[in-house]
């Protein structure tokens, strides 16, 4: 369910998505991706704040 909510573009679900990454809880294999996502999104994140 949360990666569909992740999926469909949810910001929060997109940010709990790349933290369990990040810690392993979705496999080993995934803290790379998870990583990438969570600085994707950290960059996202910072271009709307900043109006660019």
Same mark, same amino acid.
């Given at each position: 369910m949360l990666?569909?909510?992740?999926?469909?573009?949810?910001? =929060? @679900? =997109?940010?709990?998505?790349?933290?369990?990454?990040?810690?392993?809880? %979705?496999?080993?294999?995934?803290?790379?991706?998870?990583?990438? %996502?969570?600085?994707?999104? @950290?960059?996202?994140?910072?271009?709307?704040?900043?109006?660019?």
């Open positions: 990666g569909h909510a992740a999926g469909q573009g949810h910001p =929060k @679900a =997109k940010q709990l998505f790349a933290r369990w990454m990040v810690l392993g809880k %979705l496999g080993l294999r995934r803290i790379p991706a998870g990583v990438g %996502l969570a600085v994707r999104e @950290a960059m996202r994140f910072a271009s709307q704040a900043n109006g660019f």
